[in-house]
């Protein structure tokens, strides 16, 4: 079956550093993929979408990879702050047209 | 422009109750979605709407019915609650093709 998978351990890191976030897709090879942020007791929010002949895309602090060779896009965010602490998730429409999430990666910056 | 309304945002149910979720969102949007998410896992599709009289099942559907008269509103029904049903319930909507899903803020379900 069509699955996105990301890495379900927390990560912690420093304020200034930057996160990198992983969600790899199998079964499928998606034209888009976006990613959402996730606060505690709230909806999630749109924040960037890559098309796959994209490789690279930028918002502010964040940065999008997408690598079809390696069936992986990477979401990076530059000079972490406090505020970015939240789960981000990674979907993406399946050939059926639905959106399909991974489990979502929880990030926590310690100041 | 509120964009996606739940209501209401917490409920208990006693098992065997059974109650509408409501879902409403103000940005003319045809394609409207209802999620349910457990705790550590990611978002599950229930079912989903196209446009005002078309709905489907997603990946969840079982103990759950819905309803979609007007492009606005996209209710979602409890018949018969039993405990594997709580949960935090989103609803979502989006415009054409691709485009991202907005979500509403949830609505934290518990039966007992």
């Known amino acids: 079956?069509?699955?996105?998978?990301?890495?379900?351990?927390?990560?912690?890191?420093?304020?200034?550093?930057?996160?990198?976030?992983?969600?790899?897709?199998?079964?499928?090879?998606?034209?888009?993929?976006q990613w959402y942020r996730q606060d505690p007791g709230r909806g999630p929010v749109f924040l960037l979408l890559i098309r796959e002949n994209e490789k690279e895309k930028r918002k502010e602090r964040l940065k999008v990879t997408f690598d079809t060779t390696l069936k992986q896009s990477l979401f990076h965010i530059t000079a972490s702050q406090p505020a970015d602490?939240?789960?981000?998730?990674?979907?993406?429409?399946n050939q059926g047209g639905k959106l399909i999430f991974g489990q979502g990666t929880e990030l926590s910056v310690k100041p | 422009?509120?964009?996606v309304t739940q209501t209401p945002k917490f409920r208990i149910l006693k098992i065997g109750q059974s109650m509408t979720l409501?879902?409403?969102?103000?940005?003319?949007h045809n394609y409207m979605y209802w999620y349910r998410q457990d705790p550590g896992m990611g978002l599950k599709l229930i079912y989903y709407?196209?446009?005002?009289?078309?709905?489907d099942k997603g990946e969840v559907p079982n103990g759950y019915n819905v309803s979609r008269s007007t492009?606005?509103?996209?209710?979602?029904?409890?018949?018969?609650?039993?405990?594997?049903?709580?949960?935090?319930?989103f609803c979502a909507s989006r415009g054409q093709d691709n485009q991202p899903q907005h979500f509403g803020d949830g609505t934290r379900l518990s039966i007992l």
């Open chain 1, 1 to 33: 079956s069509q699955k996105i998978e990301q890495n379900s351990e927390a990560l912690n890191i420093q304020e200034g550093k930057t996160a990198t976030l992983t969600c790899n897709y199998t079964n499928y090879s998606p034209a888009y993929l």
């Open chain 1, 85 to 93: 602490s939240a789960t981000y998730l990674c979907a993406s429409y």
């Open chain 2, 1 to 3: 422009n509120a964009g």
């Open chain 2, 22 to 28: 409501q879902c409403a969102q103000d940005m003319n």
């Open chain 2, 49 to 55: 709407s196209v446009g005002a009289g078309i709905t």
């Open chain 2, 71 to 89: 492009t606005e509103d996209f209710p979602l029904r409890l018949e018969l609650a039993a405990p594997s049903q709580t949960s935090v319930y």
